[in-house]
């Protein structure tokens, strides 16, 4: 696995190194500027610990240093020059097994996937300008590196789709995976879909 590499990639403006212990400051003040990331929850959602009832803020930052520390966390970091500016989150199901919409996932699964790419994140000041992309592309080159395999995203569909007023897609717009190859595998929730991708090592 790659969660403890450093490698710097270069795509566009951007460049993309792995969370780790090295760029945890870059990680948490990008987080600490964002309120927290929804209220608090230091991209914990997908990790076995979880958010919500009986979690705290700190407790979370807390859990997700814990996981860096430990090397059980994969996510790829954006930055424009010295400044993380979004990221991607990335892993083996044991490491994110917290995804939406789970009884109707399990419903049709044949087989799980090698990887699993949970929320992607852009700060405020930062959207609406490719961040989110060169996150992904990160993310399928260090999955690439780590040997390859069978990779899921959780997008939500966009296209035909009313305006959703105050909406964030946390787990990205199905539009996006669609420029990197992912297709539709099956839907799980009205405007949740699970999309494959099958990266060569």
């Given amino acids: 696995m790659g969660g403890q590499d ?22 948490a003040a990008l987080v600490e500027a964002n309120n927290g990331v929804w209220g608090g929850c230091w991209c914990m959602g997908f990790h076995p610990e979880g958010v919500g009832a009986g979690k705290t803020v700190a407790g979370n930052k807390a859990a997700k240093q814990a996981h860096v520390r430990a090397g059980t966390v994969h996510q790829v970091l954006v930055y424009e020059g010295d400044d993380c500016v979004g990221w991607c989150q990335f892993g083996p199901p044991v490491e994110l097994p917290n995804i939406k919409n789970t009884k109707a996932y399990a419903k049709e ?15 405020s000041r930062h959207r609406g300008q490719g961040v989110a992309r060169a996150a992904v592309a990160g993310v399928i080159e260090a999955i690439r590196a780590a040997g390859g395999g069978v990779v899921e995203a959780y997008p939500e569909q966009v296209e035909a789709r009313p305006p959703q007023r105050g909406a964030y897609l946390h787990t990205g717009p199905e539009t996006l995976f669609e420029e990197f190859g992912f297709e539709r595998d099956r839907q799980i929730a009205k405007w949740r879909w699970v999309m494959r991708l099958d990266v060569a090592g």
């Fill in 6 to 27: 450093t490698s710097t990639t270069t795509t566009r403006s951007f460049t993309t190194r792995l969370l780790t212990e090295e760029t945890w400051p870059d990680f």
């Fill in 109 to 123: 699964l044949t087989r799980e996937p090698d990887w699993r790419i949970g929320c992607i994140f852009t700060g």
